[in-house]
């Protein structure tokens, strides 16, 4: 299966700094979603991109489908930022919606 | 107007026993999945049915059966549980993409903690 790999594992911020999450992939993909684990476990997708760049409020992000990356920005954090964010791709060839997860980046707002 | 429910919500059993999580969603997907979280948090996909079809079978072990009675719903039985099996379990939805193309956004449910002792 593809690797995905997410960097850096954990990254603790003041509230209103800005960061940078990146997650690489070893093949080319049709399918790639960012989540947001919060601290009650709670799943929820922030971006759909295979390709590109969104902005959804303070959070934005490309993805370099040529050069198998993909960033994920977060602008002003605040405490509500706290919690695991995950790349989970899909490789093209592979099963329709089989989405292969990286280890996440667990991070931390402090106030 | 949750769009993807799971019940119970936390499972606290003894080894050995058979237990199942339920999953439906509102969301009119025609694709449903089943992934573990382990306790290092790494998430894998277990499963996934498209209208009521099994699509994606992964390794895990046959004491582990899904069961789509209908497209809204996809239930997960264990029999003979173990510890290993402890874990958070979380069922997840999608729109069936058209043909040729990847299917879209998955939403996941609120997940299941399984505790075996």
């Known amino acids: 299966g593809i690797q995905v790999e997410q960097s850096p594992p954990d990254l603790i911020l003041q509230e209103g700094a800005n960061s940078t999450l990146r997650c690489n992939f070893s093949?080319?993909?049709?399918?790639l979603q960012w989540f947001h684990q919060n601290p009650w476990g709670q799943l929820i997708n922030l971006f759909y991109?295979?390709?590109g760049t969104k902005q959804n409020g303070r959070l934005s992000a490309t993805t370099v489908a040529t050069e198998r990356y993909s960033l994920l920005y977060i602008s002003s954090s605040q405490t509500t930022d706290s919690g695991v964010y995950f790349c989970a791709v899909q490789n093209r060839g592979s099963t329709l919606g089989r989405l292969y997860f990286g280890r996440g980046t667990q991070l931390t707002v402090w106030p | 107007d949750t769009a993807v429910s799971q019940t119970p919500k936390y499972l606290v059993t003894q080894m050995g026993n058979d237990k199942s999580i339920k999953c439906e969603q509102n969301l009119g997907h025609d694709t449903m999945y089943w992934y573990k979280q382990d306790s290092k948090k790494f998430l894998k996909i277990m499963f996934s049915?498209?209208?009521?079809?099994?699509?994606i079978n992964e390794t895990v072990p046959n004491r582990f059966s899904p069961k789509s009675p209908d497209k809204a719903h996809l239930n997960l039985h264990i029999n003979s549980l173990e510890l290993g099996d402890s874990a958070v379990y979380f069922c997840?939805?999608?729109?069936?993409?058209?043909?040729?193309?990847?299917?879209?956004?998955?939403?996941f449910g609120p997940g299941t903690r399984l505790l075996v002792l």
């Open positions: 093949d080319s993909v049709n399918n």
């Open positions: 049915y498209n209208n009521k079809e099994l699509i």
């Open positions: 997840a939805s999608s729109q069936d993409g058209t043909s040729g193309r990847a299917k879209e956004t998955q939403y």
């Open positions: 991109i295979p390709s």
